[in-house]
């Protein structure tokens, strides 16, 4: 075979190598690994809640939580989402009982425990507030592939916006993830996404 087939062959195989990675990459963490059935998201944390106690994931065991990464200065996205989330909720009645809530901040510098409690109280009774340390937050997005960082065009030390996934997680009652939901999803679309969940499990 002429040398610059040969050449044109081999950088054909190697870009679609490198697509096929990069595809893995950046859906691995939403998808379960072949043959293991376990979920690369979620998994230990310890973390603070808005009335200031220490909790873990032990504490939310028995419950599906369904797990929202953002900050209460965030303009738009993140009132949206508890909203869609508090809506779909209230749509499902007595059944809304087996599912709680989380809203977990990536901008613990500012969103103290007093700060979220007076947040997320404009979302009903049901939603907790979480918040830590650094390090705390940094681990608990990690185990939830929750992407964050602040704004690149952010200059002051106080006056600043967070980059954010805008994911909906839904934990099941032993911790483990069950699937996630997109930013378009509405409260409609949610809470039936939340009562077919129901429905098939135990």
Same mark, same amino acid.
């Given at each position: 075979?002429?040398?610059?087939?040969?050449?044109?062959?081999?950088?054909?195989?190697?870009?679609?190598?490198?697509?096929?990675?990069?595809?893995?990459?950046?859906? +691995?963490?939403?998808?379960?690994?072949? +043959? #293991?059935?376990?979920?690369? @998201? /979620? +998994?230990?944390?310890?973390? @603070?809640?808005?009335?200031?106690? &220490?909790?873990?994931?032990?504490?939310?065991?028995?419950?599906?939580?369904?797990?929202?990464? +953002?900050? $209460?200065?965030?303009?738009? =996205?993140?009132?949206?989402?508890?909203?869609?989330?508090?809506?779909?909720?209230?749509?499902?009645?007595?059944?809304?009982?087996?599912?709680?809530? =989380?809203? @977990?901040? @990536?901008?613990?510098? &500012?969103?103290?425990?007093?700060?979220?409690?007076?947040?997320?109280?404009?979302?009903?009774?049901?939603?907790?507030?979480?918040? /830590? $340390?650094?390090?705390?937050?940094?681990?608990?997005?990690?185990?939830? &592939?929750?992407?964050?960082?602040?704004?690149?065009?952010?200059?002051?030390?106080?006056?600043?916006?967070?980059?954010?996934? #805008?994911?909906?997680?839904?934990?099941?009652?032993?911790?483990?993830?069950?699937?996630?939901?997109?930013?378009?999803?509405?409260?409609?679309?949610?809470?039936?996404?939340?009562?077919?969940?129901?429905?098939?499990?135990?």
């Amino acid at each position: 075979m002429p040398r610059r087939p040969i050449l044109i062959f081999a950088a054909l195989v190697l870009l679609i190598a490198a697509g096929l990675a990069g595809y893995a990459v950046l859906n +691995g963490g939403l998808h379960r690994p072949q +043959g #293991s059935g376990v979920a690369l @998201v /979620g +998994g230990p944390f310890s973390l @603070v809640d808005q009335d200031g106690r &220490r909790v873990t994931e032990k504490d939310f065991l028995g419950k599906y939580m369904l797990v929202f990464f +953002g900050y $209460t200065y965030c303009p738009d =996205v993140c009132p949206t989402e508890l909203q869609v989330m508090t809506a779909a909720l209230d749509q499902m009645g007595p059944a809304a009982d087996r599912i709680q809530p =989380v809203f @977990v901040s @990536v901008d613990p510098a &500012r969103d103290t425990p007093q700060v979220l409690k007076a947040y997320v109280g404009n979302f009903g009774p049901r939603l907790v507030g979480l918040t /830590g $340390t650094d390090a705390e937050v940094a681990s608990i997005a990690k185990a939830y &592939r929750a992407y964050y960082a602040k704004a690149a065009n952010s200059s002051s030390a106080t006056d600043y916006l967070m980059d954010h996934s #805008s994911i909906i997680y839904l934990m099941g009652p032993d911790g483990r993830f069950v699937k996630h939901m997109p930013y378009t999803t509405d409260a409609a679309k949610l809470a039936a996404e939340l009562q077919e969940t129901l429905r098939t499990s135990p």
